[in-house]
Structure formats: C-alpha cells, structure tokens
C-alpha cells in the first residue's frame, strides 16, 4: 500500500452535517452546515464556519445566536434541501415541513424532529479567508425525550444519526462498544477486559463480506452462460461435431 500526497483540503471525514436554525421563531431560516465541532468542555464551547454570502451569515452576525439541530435519517431530505436552496428564495422550513418549537435562551428556534438541539450564543467572529467562524457558548441543551429511556439513559443510537464524509451521507453503522473499550476493566475480574462488541461486529462484517461475494459470483454465473458447445463437451467429454451429426 502506497499513500498518495494531494494538495492540502478539507479532507477530514466524517463530520457532521447540522442544521443550523437562525433567526426568530416569527421570521426563521435553516442552513446546512458541515464545518462545525465542540472546542471546549466548560464552559462547553462550539463553533460554526459560514460564509459571508450566505443569507443566514448576516442574520447570525446581527442576533449573535444561533441553534445546531443534530439531523437524522428521518431529517436527510431536509438536511440536503437547507444545504442547496437558500432562505433567500424561499422559505426551505415550509417547503420541507419542518416544525418549529420556541428555545429557552436564545431568540432562534429549534427543530422539533431534530434529537438534539443545542442553543448557542456567540462569543466572537473570526474571518479565515471563505468563511467566518462564529465561536459561540452552548447555553441550553434541549434534547428528544422519545430517546429517554425508563433507567434515564439518553438512547441516542435509536436516533439515526447522519455523518457526511467526502460529499455523501451515511447513517451510522455498527455499535463497536463504549468510550474506554480497549482499556476497561470488569470490577468484579480487573485482568479480564470488559466485553466489548469490536470481535463480534468484525466477524459479523467478515461473514457479511463472504455473503455478498458468493452472491456476486452466483450473479455473474447466471449472467454469462456458457455457449452450448462448451456445455455439451464439459458435460459428455464429446466433440460437438459429433452432435450436432447426430442433431441432424
Ligand atoms: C452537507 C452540507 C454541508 C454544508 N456545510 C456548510 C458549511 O459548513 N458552511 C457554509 O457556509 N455552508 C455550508 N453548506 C452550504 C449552505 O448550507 C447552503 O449554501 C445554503 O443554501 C445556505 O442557506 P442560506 O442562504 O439560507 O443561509 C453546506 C451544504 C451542505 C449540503
């Protein structure tokens, strides 16, 4: 395996692609954002890179807030739709049907559907050269309480989450274990590794992977049938000359 150098880019996948809700809950707009992450834990700290062109850039310099909406399989379409289509032209959260629900510190709202809701109020701008980060606090976290289980436990994996890596988007795939896997240890044996999913989920992709190659040869068996003659002679160790005589 050979590694190849490209130009410097924004090559980092996957990211996650937010919808950023903007505005207020009388005049709203939504845009899609893959430029964003948590740059400090307390107070938690996050940040979104948009461009000066686009429509929400200014309504977020002027308010000073804005709210990341973390977006699911059932958000996709929308999520894709915020991103191509500005609030400009249209009015992308009742062309997409998006519900509306009134944040608590901030004067944007948030997206129903979305899991999670994160109010943020900006700290500062920075400009890069095509985009301008707005570094913003995390003042209320507002999450679905569909995913709150009996015990407490915010089941987030039932969400559906979306990554967007290298201009697609995916679903997450497999649960590999929790945070510290590799190192954990069972209270009751501290030798003894907690078990973590990591060898199941690897076997499950192996026989996966055997699944789907033996498929593909029985396909590419069925597409290319032999020509008759090949067939007869395999099959009888006969010359076809000798058939076809016969045939006649
Ligand atoms: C997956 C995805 C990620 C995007 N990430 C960003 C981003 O990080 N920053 C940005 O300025 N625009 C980003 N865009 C583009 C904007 O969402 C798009 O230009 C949108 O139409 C702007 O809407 P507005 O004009 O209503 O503000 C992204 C688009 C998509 C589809």
Redesign the pocket.
Known sequence: MTKISWKPGTMLSPVP?VMVTCGTMEKP?V??????GIVNTEPPMTY????PS????DIIKNSGEFVINVSTLELAKA??Y???????KTD?IKDMKLELEACQKVKAPMLSKAPISLECAVKSVQSFGT?DMFLAEIVNVNIDDKYLEKDGRFALEKAGLLA?AHGRYYTLGRDLGAFGFSVDKTKENKTKPRKSKFAEVLRAEEILAEKVSAIKKGLGHRKKKEPEKARFQKKRGNDFREKLRADR
């Open positions: 692609p707009n845009l899609t954002v893959a430029w964003t979104i890179s948009v461009r686009r429509y929400s850039h999520c894709d915020c991103g191509v289509t500005s609030g400009r992308k985009h967007y």
